[in-house]
Nanobody, 117 residues
Framework: QVQLRESGGGLVRTGESLTLSCVAS????????MDWYRQAPGNQRELVAR???????NYADSVTGRFTISRDNAKNTVYLQMNSLKPEDTAVYYC???????????WGQGTQVTVSS
């Protein structure tokens, strides 16, 4: 059974930083692409950052230059380093795993990030 567990969310002020973590179990982590999504109240869930099984990264325009996604395959963990946070970054952040070959997808339960102005 695949499980994803996010942590690291919280309440911060504008300009501060947070690092989110997502630990995966039940799948061979290195064979999966890993994404961070976010969803603010009243908005659709949006892709924030992706790191492929091969280590290629992509970012939404709104976070480019401020957020960094990384992975540690030995720890089955993907990270999202978030710097220079803005109130518009406030959302529930979700971790998503996509198997590189089968396409099977799994979601975590989400972690709340709140940025005060």
């Amino acid at each position: 059974q695949v499980q994803l567990r996010e942590s690291g969310g919280g309440l911060v002020r504008t300009g501060e930083s947070l690092t989110l973590s997502c630990v995966a179990s039940g799948s061979i982590f290195r064979l999966n692409h890993m994404d961070w999504y976010r969803q603010a109240p009243g908005n659709q869930r949006e892709l924030v950052a992706r790191i492929t099984s091969g280590g290629t990264t992509n970012y939404a325009d709104s976070v480019t230059g401020r957020f960094t996604i990384s992975r540690d395959n030995a720890k089955n963990t993907v990270y999202l380093q978030m710097n220079s946070l803005k109130p518009e970054d406030t959302a529930v952040y979700y971790c998503k795993m996509t198997h590189a070959f089968s396409g099977s997808q799994y979601w975590g339960q989400g972690t709340q990030v709140t940025v005060s102005s």
